[in-house]
Nanobody
Framework: QVQLVESGGDLVQPGGSLRLSCVVSGTIFRIYDMKWYRQAPGKQRELVAGITLGGSTNYRDSVKGRFTISRDNAKNTMYLQMNSLKPEDTAVYFC???????????????WGRGTQVTVSS
């Protein structure tokens, strides 16, 4: 079994910063792509940022230059540094990872339960 647990969500004023973490635990052989998604009330879940095993990153246009995704493979952890936060960044943030549990077999996608980020004055 594989578990993903997000943390770091909070209430922050516009212009503030937060750092989200996603810890992957359980039976893990290798973690491939790691991604952050978010879902605002009444809206569809959307991809915020992703990072490959090799460290290549991609971002949705609205967060480029403000958010930074990173990973620590030794700790099986992914981060999202969010700066210059805006009210429209308010959402539940979810991590998603493709995890290969054993040397034989392909990766399987797993979701965390999310952490709430609220940007408001």
């Amino acid at each position: 079994q594989v578990q993903l647990v997000e943390s770091g969500g909070d209430l922050v004023q516009p212009g503030g910063s937060l750092r989200l973490s996603c810890v992957v635990s359980g039976t893990i052989f290798r973690i491939y792509d790691m991604k952050w998604y978010r879902q605002a009330p009444g809206k569809q879940r959307e991809l915020v940022a992703g990072i490959t095993l090799g460290g290549s990153t991609n971002y949705r246009d609205s967060v480029k230059g403000r958010f930074t995704i990173s990973r620590d493979n030794a700790k099986n952890t992914m981060y999202l540094q969010m700066n210059s936060l805006k009210p429209e960044d308010t959402a539940v943030y979810f991590c998603y990872c493709n995890v290969q549990a054993r040397p034989i077999g392909g990766p399987v996608g797993y979701w965390g339960r999310g952490t709430q980020v609220t940007v408001s004055s």
